[in-house]
């Protein structure tokens, strides 16, 4: 779908057509799941996340002024809403002993597996140390690492997603490389 195929839609959602809605919902909707699923780690979550960014969407959608790319502005909805779920459940956290089994999904899961045999155990053991460096980082860390380098976002996207300024991306970037880079020295 060309850009002005995809204005074409988002006006026609402005303007009440639910059709053009839905269109543009089945364009984004692996791309806001796999985004909330990386962000989040927990599968429930990130389809909670899914749903609420979707609603977002709709109601916001009359407001979208076309003065960035839909989907930078669509990612920046998902960004926030997981910050703002990860606040809410910090407050609200409690102990189980379950909790590692409840609906968790390991971030190794969610990249693509492209090898075969021996290499399987190689490129398992190296997500797994991948994921536990990934646990490590702050929040935002992770949620600018992950949109630069697993979703290919530029840092001026990520700056206008997160509402902040691209040197404070830049930041939160190289803070993250250097922490993975110590954490994960003895894998490579």
């Known amino acids: 779908m060309t850009e002005q195929e995809e204005n074409e839609l988002i006006i026609q959602a402005q303007r009440g057509h639910v059709l053009a ?20 780690n ?30 930078t502005w669509l ?33 190794a899961e969610t990249l693509p597996d492209k090898s075969s045999s021996d290499s399987d155990t190689l490129n398992t053991e190296i997500k797994e140390q991948v994921q536990q460096a990934m646990h490590a980082l702050s929040p935002q860390q992770k949620l600018v690492f992950t949109l630069r380098h697993f979703e290919g976002y530029k840092l001026r996207e990520i700056a206008t997603m ?4 691209e040197g404070t991306v830049k930041k939160y970037l190289f803070t993250a490389t250097e922490r993975l880079r110590g954490q994960l020295r003895e894998v490579f």
Do not use: W
């Open 75 to 107: 990612h920046r909805i998902v960004t926030n809403v997981c910050l703002t779920h990860r606040s809410r459940r910090k407050r609200y956290e409690y102990a189980s002993l379950d909790q590692e089994t409840e609906g968790m999904r390991p971030l």
């Open 162 to 165: 997160m509402n902040c300024a």
């Open 21 to 40: 809605f839905e269109q543009l919902v089945q364009i984004y909707d692996r791309q806001v799941l796999s985004l909330a699923l990386s962000l989040m």
């Open 42 to 71: 927990n599968e429930e979550d990130a389809k909670d996340i899914y749903q609420e960014v979707f609603i977002r969407v709709y109601r916001a959608l009359p407001k979208f002024r076309m003065e960035s790319k839909f989907s």
